[in-house]
């Protein structure tokens, strides 16, 4: 994040720099929102204004299938949602009838930010940053999903490449006295899996 804060404006000129100050807040708000929820691309671009609770940190959202599920927001997100929040109205002149929570500017429109806006996004900066992402949509959603945070509120940048208090996962295997219902391993054997690092080195 300090790298998107403090240096990416310095690589830029004439129209990129332009937009990079346009959308900064909104930017930065985005990474921070997909890194300190775990909540996947398309989800970040479904979010509507209702669904954020600042005061709680809390944040709704559908999941795939329309299911409705409420997710933690971690602490040191708060603050690039409230900076994005301050300018919202003003910067994109959105009407009260636009609830999507992040916006853009098209054709003198102001409208929600798409998926595939949000990967081009995390693309460039990836980029300007020396460490870029493949160029198909679907792969950058896999890193990007990749980076899921565990559910807590005490998750922060300070935990990245540790492994994730995660619930085991258990797979099913057949015993040798029974050709019956597979049994299960004990919770105990089962290792939480490594957090891949994918954005987590990308934007530190």
Known sequence: MDFLDQKFAGLC???????????????????????????????CAGVDMKDLNLKEATLDITRKG??????????????????????????????????????????????????NAIEKMVGKYSAAFGHP????????????????????RSWSPSN??????????YTPTLT???NGPPSMPAPNKISPPLIREGLIFVFC
């Open 66 to 115: 329309g299911q409705r599920d409420s997710v933690p927001v971690a602490d040191w997100t708060l603050p690039y949602l409230e900076k994005y929040l301050a300018i919202r109205a003003d910067r994109y002149k959105a009407p009260a009838t636009n609830k999507a929570f992040f916006l853009t500017r098209y054709h003198q429109e102001c409208r929600r930010m798409t998926t």
């Open 133 to 152: 992402l493949p160029p198909t949509s679907s792969a950058t959603r896999s890193l990007l999903n990749s980076t899921r945070r565990p559910r807590t």
């Open 160 to 169: 990245w490449g540790k492994k994730a208090p995660q619930p085991p996962t």
């Open 13 to 43: 000129s004439g129209r990129a720099l332009s937009s990079f100050k346009q959308n900064k807040e909104r930017d930065m708000a985005v990474i921070a929102l997909i890194l300190g929820t775990g909540i996947r691309v398309s989800e």
């Open 176 to 178: 040798k006295e029974s």
